[in-house]
């Protein structure tokens, strides 16, 4: 069984449940190359409110230097999804 020794777990709050869904359904579809990580994808809602909706993304990696680089990449994707979400709903 592999050990995965580091891991980091991100939370992106989300206005509606929906926009949550858009955003976990186009991110999880990638998944990582080799065995060397592990991601895993969930949605809840805030502490502060029913309304808000959290995606929480955890990253478990053998080596620090494939999280950093899975944390990161991530992001970017992350980063082009909401700006496609923000432009879809101006229309």
């Known amino acids: 069984m592999t050990s995965y ?3 980091c777990d991100l939370e992106i709050s ?26 895993t994808f ?3 809602t805030g502490a502060n409110t029913t309304e808000e909706v959290l995606l929480t993304v955890h990253f478990e990696a053998t080596e620090a230097r494939l999280l950093r680089v899975v944390v990161s990449t991530f992001c970017d994707y992350l980063k082009v ?11």
Not at 18 to 26: E, G, L, M, P, Y
Not at 81 to 91: I, T
């Open 5 to 7: 020794p580091y891991t």
């Open 42 to 44: 969930s949605l809840g």
């Open 14 to 39: 989300f206005p509606t449940a929906s926009q949550a869904d858009i955003v976990k359904r186009a991110l999880e579809v990638d998944r990582e190359i080799g065995n060397g990580v592990v991601k």
């Open 81 to 91: 999804s909401l700006k496609c979400l923000q432009e879809f709903e101006e229309r």
